[in-house]
């Protein structure tokens, strides 16, 4: 059995990420295509995390099952995501949700 690298801290400046632009798709969205960028900072698929940084112009996605969990930590703007029921979770600048 092979040894895995110890974990190590991860330190993302998002001044430094070189974001490219994202080729959407207009059916994923309710709303006007938005623009939208992407860097990604690491990826280990072994244990299904990828960590990046993303931006977007205002937009709303289409309903339907997300196929994934995500943490959001906003540094600029503001966002809101409907559950379920209804109910929405908002983040603004500085704050995180999950």
Known sequence: MTAQPAPRP?????????LEPLDLDPA???SDLPVQHYALVFEDA?????????DTTTMQEAI??????EYIT???GSFAIL??????????????AT
């Open 83 to 96: 559950d379920g029921a209804g109910n929405a979770v908002e983040g603004h600048a500085g704050q995180s």
């Open 46 to 54: 072994r244990i299904g995390l990828a960590v990046g940084n993303w």
């Open 10 to 18: 991860l330190r993302i400046d998002p001044a430094a990420l070189a």
């Open 28 to 30: 994923a969205f309710q």
């Open 74 to 76: 906003v540094l600029d």
């Open 64 to 69: 339907g099952p997300y196929p994934r969990d």
